[in-house]
């Protein structure tokens, strides 16, 4: 993994100092070497921070074709790329290095664009083609690796994190409209936070010429309709289907040039990657364990447990919530977006040790909820949107065993008080996903906090509407079965925009470590889409084919323990520790009251009442807490200023 910079310039010549600032703004990523290369005509720039993992000696970027004529930076992994390199010998082509990345280059001199289907990893990269005067970016399918662009007037920047935008002249300034989104919905497909900052989607590859800019899907998750209908197997037939693909997408995941380590919590997903990574690992493994104060949000004896069963190294890393005070900033910093719970710092504690323990590469867990219903709310949507045959008592009593056996849950993965007006999206899917629920619930706690300017400006918009409005409706959700109709929204929103980025790439290339993620594997999810919802969801039983497929190789705890989704406890929950001391003196301090968007007195009042709420309002709480802090911290860091009318310190609208 390696963090990359692109620039194309139009009418003047790249500043070379501009793409060395980029470049360097991305040390964190690859810290191994930096280079930077200019075109002969200086209309074009690439820069690339290299983290070593496959060919530690020749595998330098930007990496060059025979001709001299198209090179390319590349961020992150290709999988099956030996098979690829012969391949491309036997058809002429002089390979430099013994890179993964190198395949990517020769495969775009063969065919152009569809390149793409031959590239299976965690990836994104930016190519210049001088024969065709084009530049050609490129994001992984799922969004696992990052990659954001700007314009400035006829220049295009292109970089791995936004921070390495602004270091390269790019404004920093909020996008309003992006961030009255992110309350209300919490991500987007193509925008960002930032004013200008636009993102690749994942799954999509962009073209840029001295006249033109297209930006091209190349893959999709196409869930079947409820018409497709294929002939129905056997539990053990789709469990072993799956269990194929599965153990392929560790095995191929475990080649590097470095020690390879196991991020292992007490879930289902990271024990089902040790399991199964210790059957293909020459010696131990070394699994990594977060262990929390907090026994009630602990799964260190579970993870434990099962590194035993796979014959794993165990390494516990004890975090409390000094840490995750101390941490907060650096954290959200490297995220470059907002949070809703300190786990995503928990992540960066984690990948700091794993560094720090001498490892560059890890397999994770992420990905597996979204592809196969983990969280409490996808077995909601199932109960109440797939009712035929059922019992309507029984299914009512399962939605209270719900509630009541996920309370770490509550307003965050599933709703809780009041949720508001989402008849735009019931008119065009015909229901309401219940995680599009949990968010509207937020966004009414979140609604009494926010400045009269900015609730005047952008309160009377439903952000949750944009989501479908943003869809292919009619390829991707239309005739879907409900729950693959939720799925695919949350992975093309949440996943991409939360998950993938608080959970996985910004935290782990913060230490420079590689996250590998075996479940997003787009053969591997392709095999999942095309199974019936049932081999997802199966009652109250979540992920139930992984569950079956994976039985042998994970501890007996693990096969019948239901989803916990990896949280942080609450700051809200310890008044007098260090983290709710710090969250109280950011909001009640100076970086709120220069924020743009809140009123601060309704921010302290709303802290006032805390110590008189009972546990689970306060929790339920704490996320919104986290919103704003984090929003406070980004804006500090970056030193952002308002891209529209509102502007800071100020309670009306003024023209600057």
Known sequence: MCGIVGVFSRREPVDAAKLERATRALYHRGPDGQRQWLSADRRVGLGHARLSIIDLATGDQPIASEDGRTRIVVNGEFYGYEAIRRELQQRGHGLSTKSDSEIALHLYEDLGVHCMEHLRGEFALVLWDEKRRRLFAARDRFGIKPLFYAWIGETLYIASEVKALFAAGVPARWDEESVYHSMMFGGHQTRTLYDDVLQVPPGYYMLVTDKHVQVSQYWDFNYPTRDQTAPLRSDAAYAAEFREALEESVRIRLRADVPVGVYLSGGLDSCAVLGLAARHHPEPIKAFTLTLEDAAYDEGPIAREMAAKAGAEFHAIPIGQRELADAFT????????????????????????????????????????????????????????????????????????????????????????????????????????????????????????????????????????????????????????????????????????????????????????????????????????????????????????????????????????????????????????????????????????????????????????????????????????????????????????CGGTLRIGEAAFSAD
């Open 330 to 641: 650096d954290a959200i910093a490297q995220s470059e977006t907002v949070c809703i719970n300190a786990h995503g710092v928990a992540k960066y504690l984690l990948s700091r040790a794993v560094r720090d323990a001498g490892y560059k590469v890890v397999l994770t867990g992420e990905g597996s909820d979204e592809i196969l219903g983990g969280y409490p709310h996808f077995r909601r949507d199932m109960l109440l949107y797939n009712r035929e045959g059922q019992d309507p008592a029984a299914i009512e009593e399962l939605l209270r065993w719900l509630e009541d056996h996920n309370t770490v849950s509550r307003g965050l993965l599933l709703p809780d008080g009041e949720i508001g007006n989402l008849d735009g999206v019931k008119r065009v899917l015909g229901y309401v996903p219940s995680w599009m629920e949990t968010f509207s619930s937020r966004a009414v706690k979140l609604r009494p906090l926010l400045s009269g300017c900015f609730l005047e400006k952008y309160g009377h918009r439903e952000g949750e509407y944009n989501v479908v409005d943003d869809t292919d409706y009619l390829r991707q959700l239309k005739g879907r079965d409900a729950l693959h109709q939720s799925l695919y929204l949350w992975s093309k929103t949440v996943m991409a925009g939360y998950i993938l980025t608080m959970l996985g790439d910004r935290m782990e290339m913060a230490h420079s470590i590689e996250g590998r993620v075996p479940f997003l594997d787009h053969k591997l999810v392709e095999v999942i889409a095309s199974q019936p919802v049932n081999q997802k969801i199966r009652g109250m039983t979540e992920k139930f084919v992984l569950r079956e497929a994976v039985k042998d190789v994970i501890t007996d705890t693990v096969y019948k323990r239901q989803k916990h989704p990896f949280l942080s406890p609450p700051a809200t929950l310890n008044p007098d520790d260090t983290f709710q001391t710090f969250v109280q003196d950011m909001l009640r301090g100076e970086a709120m009251r220069t924020m743009p968007f809140f009123d601060q007195q309704a921010i302290v009042a709303l802290l006032d009442r805390l110590p008189r709420m009972d546990v689970g309002a306060r929790t339920a709480f704490d996320q919104i807490l986290m919103y704003l802090v984090s929003l406070c911290v980004l804006q500090e860091r970056f030193g952002l200023s």
